[in-house]
């Protein structure tokens, strides 16, 4: 656990309303457990329950996948980049009227530091293991026990059994299982229900035009199983009321990218920016011919590599945005918003596409991963600490331009990514939490610093 981290124990804090909740994990990534956590809260939620659903890890994609399936917004909960008072904050909100809360680990159980294991001790919650255990038998039981039995114990473990061939196939995997882990039912293979990948991870809800079917699909799937029934009730505290940010950016529009090209946006980070007192306009670089009015713009992350043909045709919006830049407009760019921002775009294809040039030289994507992790990021004039957050990206960039810092791997120290600043345009390949530091993102985009 990183030094600056202290974390309480849920049995010393005030208690709260109890709520029904659940962490769904796995021994890895690819089990399912963002498949079986949408079918638990679309189960749920279809019974007339209100759900509420927190992703564990720096996520983007599962969390929209689970907010269709939930009907409620779905926040991060990361005890490194969030941060315990925010994740305690959020998850104490959301048990005032939350009939269930469910929460999706990230990786696997103990993978990571924190971990999800340490986010289900932290709050006491009880562990969903989901294991894909369609080429195994008892080794489903051993797996089950050391995943239970690693390190401290959890609430309490159950298991669910994930790409079941048949019967006698579940009646093996349940017989593997030691008397103090639950068995909560098998899952079939049942690839007409599966939610499709790409390179970055699964689809956004709003690109999969049958996912309520495929949802419903796999809610009654799991209908008669034993996992259908409510959890635990857990208490999480009474609400925080905690100091609203300064209004560093009253009167102040914020104008914000959000189409197919650029979708990687944490709910808490709009929520920040309306705190701060700023107001809100959303544009598409893919389709508008112009930016609405604003003070500043935030391009955040997501797929410009798929959508260059149509960036490069809009030669309107490419223009309004180097003009926004020549005028001093504030711009914070992200990943995929710093990636439409150089003078060329390589796509995975080979192609290359014109962008906007406000940064001299070209990103081009690769076939494996070029960066995953947390980052810390401190700028020169920037109040308070680093702004925190993750990058994870297949794209590298060539540039003459020398970068104004780097970010800091909170890991061990080193070197992170590149942070470019030129005039008013600040761009990398992180995704900042904005609100691990409202201060310095207000400053960023042309707040007052004090």
Known sequence: MPADLPLTSADSMPEGRAVPALLVAAPASGQGKTTVTAALARLHARQGRVVRVFKTGPDFLDPTLLAAASGAPVDSIDLWMTGEADARARLAAAAQSADLILVEGVMGLHDGTPSSADVARLFGLPVLAVIQAGAMAQTFGALAYGLAHYGQPFRAMQVLANGVGTGRHADMLRGSLPPDIAWSGALPRDASAALPERHLGLFSADELPDLMTRLDRLADGLAELPVSQLPPPVAFGQPVSTPAPTRLLAGKTIAIARDDAFRFIYPANVETL?????????FSPLRDAALPACDAL???????????????????????????HAQGLPILAECGGMMALFDTLVDKDGVA???????????????????IGHQAVTLPGLPGDAIRGHTFHYSQTQSSLMPTAYAVSPRDGGQGEAIYRVGTLTASYVHLYFASNPQAIAALLGGPTA
């Open 274 to 282: 309306s705190a701060l007192g700023a107001q809100i306009a959303w």
């Open 298 to 324: 935030w391009l955040p992350g997501g797929y410009p590599e798929l959508h260059g043909t149509t960036l490069a045709a809009n030669v309107a919006m490419l223009g309004a945005l180097r003009e926004a």
């Open 353 to 371: 596409h014109d962008m906007a040039g406000l940064l001299p030289g070209t990103v081009t994507m690769q076939r494996r991963l070029a960066a």
